[in-house]
Nanobody, 122 residues
Framework: VQLVESGGGLVQPGESLRLSCLAS????????IGWFRQAPGKQREGVSC????????HVADSVKGRFTISTDSAKKMVYLQMNNLKPEDTGLYYC????????????????WGQGTQVTVAS
């Protein structure tokens, strides 16, 4: 599996961004894929996780109502539409295999891509 994220940038609070991830070789039909982020000095956290096979969706409380994950399995793409961005959304965003357990999103086995930087500042 090769993961290549893109779409990050510098935006002002309240603005939107759409992140993209090309997940070559990822078995969309069998496993969930999602987005994680890591802010400076903090641990990586799961943002959203979607299992295409049955539509099971997990979303972190901090982004509920603002971030929407979608996939295009034919194109091997994963997207994250981020609206009403806040300074606390700043971080390096990654796509990766995931699983939701007890309302928390965990990574699954596999290597990480380089991520795409999102900076929200006025």
């Amino acid at each position: 599996v090769q993961l290549v994220e893109s779409g990050g940038g510098l935006v002002q609070p309240g603005e939107s961004l759409r992140l993209s991830c090309l997940a070559s070789g990822f078995p969309f039909g069998d496993f969930a894929i999602g987005w994680f982020r890591q802010a400076p000095g903090k641990q990586r956290e799961g943002v959203s996780c979607l299992r295409n096979s049955d539509g099971t969706l997990h979303v972190a409380d901090s982004v509920k109502g603002r971030f929407t994950i979608s996939t295009d399995s034919a194109k091997k793409m994963v997207y994250l539409q981020m609206n009403n961005l806040k300074p606390e959304d700043t971080g390096l965003y990654y796509c990766h295999g995931c699983v939701g357990i007890r309302d928390k999103i965990h990574q699954t086995y596999g290597s990480w891509g380089q991520g795409t930087q999102v900076t929200v500042a006025s």
